[in-house]
Every structure is written in C-alpha cells, then in structure tokens.
C-alpha cells in the first residue's frame, strides 16, 4: 500500500549536522496525505526506538534526548518526511527508519504502519 524511501545517512563527526529525508508513495487506493509519520532508530541488540514524529494534526513529539537538537518536518502535500539533526552525538549511530500510519479509500482508521528499509548514520570521528 504504501512505500517509504529514506535518503540522508552518512558518516559525520560528533556535534555535525546531517538531514534525513523520507520519500512515501502509495498503491491505488491509499489515502493521501498519510496519517502520522515517524522517524525510529536502532542498534545492534536494542528495541527501535521513537526519534520524533508529526501526528495527523500537525503537532511534533520528541524524544527526550533529542528536544532542542533535532527537527522534524512534514509536507503534506508531498507526504515526505524529514529530520534535521544537529549537534550529533556518538551513541546516536543508528539505523534510522521512516514509518508512516495510512488508511486506504473507504475507511476511517489507520489499517497499516508502513517501514522504509533505512537509513544508515554514523557519528564518528
């Protein structure tokens, strides 16, 4: 139904920037824009973890270790998603994945969450 896209990732040095990109496009029948989009990360042995995301009304949400650090944003119009990072720290190497909440023509609830294939960033010198 839906595919998600990521761009970005590369190798940069603690307290860089970087911008991820998330590209989505759907199958007919998929109601666009999409629901709430999300960026998650993970590591080898760890739980994917929330980053941040924008919900279906707009509003953002963060991750604690990321508040004042990180951005998200979304256009709606294009259903792309992307996370402006600044001043990146070292344990932030990750495996960096969209994730998009849809629902198809005829229904009023999400019925599926969509994963891109990622992203790799890493923080190092």
């Known amino acids: 139904q839906v595919q998600l896209v990521e761009s970005g990732g590369g190798l940069v040095q603690p307290g860089g920037s970087l911008r991820l990109s998330c590209a989505a496009s759907?199958?007919?029948?998929?109601?666009?824009?999409?629901?709430?989009m999300n960026w998650h990360r993970q590591t080898p042995g760890k739980e994917r973890e929330l980053v941040a995301g924008?919900?279906?009304?707009?509003?953002?949400t963060y991750a604690d270790s990321v508040k004042g650090r990180l951005a998200v944003s979304r256009d709606n119009a294009g259903n792309t998603l992307s996370l402006r990072m600044n001043r990146l720290k070292g344990e932030e190497t990750a495996v960096y994945y969209c994730?998009?909440?849809?629902?198809?023509?005829?229904?009023?609830?999400?019925?599926?969450?969509?994963w891109g294939q990622g992203t790799k960033v890493t923080v190092s010198t």
């Open positions: 994730a998009a909440d849809y629902i198809v023509t005829g229904e009023t609830y999400v019925v599926g969450r969509a």
């Open positions: 759907g199958t007919p029948g998929t109601r666009f824009p999409l629901n709430t």
């Open positions: 924008v919900s279906s009304d707009g509003t953002t």
